[in-house]
């Protein structure tokens, strides 16, 4: 303890060091085996906001330490606190984390976890994760429109749209930063089936962004090509009945 004490102390007092410390937890099992405080000791030390975790994490977290920000977020949601949570997973959003910012998009989009419904920021937000798993999503569109239109059951956008070999680029993807390379094929895939969803429900209603069918059947397709069943049944629903005439030709 007489060793540890100095060097913590020191740490603290070195925000640089910290702005670039690593932290990592995993997200799947937060807490080891019988280390794990029971539920009920895990919501009482949110209480008071954040005051019972390491003052090593909540200073780097303070100092925009993404590793930090989002090592708290998850912890917090173990304590179930979501509004709190939920802050710091804004936070991780602004820095650029593409899982913070799909659930900071679904959180505005359904008006939970303490923040109000917001179409607008869902859409942005939504978008932001999106872009970074699927840059190429609105070139393929424009490509899509310049070609014209594809015969019905030729997949060419959808496999640059949704396609699991689809280039990577754009930033922020892991816990670290870096290029969307660094998004894991799960994440990927789960931007795809729920950012996507929305961000089609959003162009087609109008509701946040501006209208636009041919860019909602096009966010229908990547969805339904990450396995997003209600996405397939709404993309199905769209060319059987033919409600919207050309405007979704060329996404078939």
């Known amino acids: ?4 004490r100095p060097w913590r102390e020191a740490v603290l007092s070195d925000d640089q060091l910290l702005k670039v410390l690593r932290f990592q937890l995993d997200a799947r099992a937060p807490f080891r085996s019988s280390h794990r405080p029971p539920p009920a000791a895990l919501r009482s030390s949110i209480r008071g906001g954040t005051s019972q975790f390491p003052r090593l994490l909540v200073k780097a977290s303070n100092l925009g330490n993404l590793g930090a920000v989002l090592t708290m977020a998850r912890l917090l949601d173990a304590a179930a606190g979501s509004s709190e949570a939920m802050r710091h997973w804004r ?6 984390h593409v899982e913070a910012q799909l659930r900071a998009g679904m959180a505005s ?16 937000w939504l978008g932001k994760a999106l872009k970074q798993v699927q840059p190429d999503l609105e070139a393929s569109r424009r490509q899509g429109n310049s070609q014209g239109t594809p015969r019905r059951g030729d997949g060419t956008a959808a496999a640059a749209a949704a396609g699991p070999g689809a280039a990577a680029g754009g930033a922020g993807g892991g816990d670290g930063g870096g290029c969307a390379a660094a998004v894991d094929v799960g994440m990927r895939q789960r931007v795809l089936r ?27 397709k990547a969805a339904a090509g990450a396995g997003c069943a209600e996405a397939a049944k709404n993309l199905g629903t769209i060319f ?8 979704c030709a060329w996404g078939e």
């Open 109 to 124: 989009y359904h008006g939970n976890c303490g923040v109000a419904q917001d179409p607008e920021a869902a859409a942005m």
């Open 1 to 4: 303890m007489s060793t540890c």
């Open 240 to 247: 059987r009945t033919g409600q919207y005439g050309d405007s």
């Open 91 to 96: 936070r991780a959003a602004k820095l650029g």
């Open 194 to 220: 729920e950012a996507a969803l929305v961000l089609a429900f959003l162009h087609l209603d109008g509701e946040g962004v501006a209208r636009d069918r041919a860019r909602a059947c096009l966010l229908f």
